[in-house]
């Protein structure tokens, strides 16, 4: 019934980076970290980062900032945004805050409220201004 090795189902990998799922209907309070892509489709009141890349499904609502080299937002951040590569607003999501991303794509349909910061560097700086008001 349960087979113990990926080499025996079809199409099976074990290659260590699978996706973290928060679904819908899940709520979680309090910071999420991950090395690995991220989908949220749930609710998390807290700041979010991954050095992959961060789903917001059309269900997901985040509370909190956002850290990550990719994102598609198609749900609802309130926080601020921070993509180290592509910035994707999609659909009908809504954010409220500001946006620091290498490169943003906004959909007619997306709507956004804040402040945008654009450029290779400007994730990095943006960072550091962080840490440093921080101690």
Not at 23 to 35: C, E, I, M, R, Y
Not at 61 to 86: C, M, P
Request: net charge negative.
């Amino acid at each position: 019934m349960f087979k113990k090795s990926n080499e025996e189902m079809p199409g099976g990998t074990n290659n260590g980076n699978g996706a973290t799922l928060i679904g819908a209907g899940t709520t979680l309070k309090g910071d999420v970290h991950s090395k690995n892509d991220l989908r949220i489709d749930g609710t998390v009141i807290g700041n979010i980062q991954s050095d992959a890349k961060i789903i917001i499904g059309t269900s997901g609502v985040v509370e909190g900032d956002i850290i990550s080299n990719q994102a598609d937002i198609t749900g609802k951040v309130d926080g601020d945004i921070r993509s180290k590569e592509l910035l994707q607003l999609k659909g009908d999501s809504t954010v409220t805050g500001n946006i620091y991303a290498g490169k943003l794509q906004i959909e007619p349909s997306a709507t956004f409220n804040g402040q945008c910061h654009m450029g290779a560097n400007v994730v990095e700086i943006s960072k550091n201004e962080q840490q440093v008001q921080a101690k």
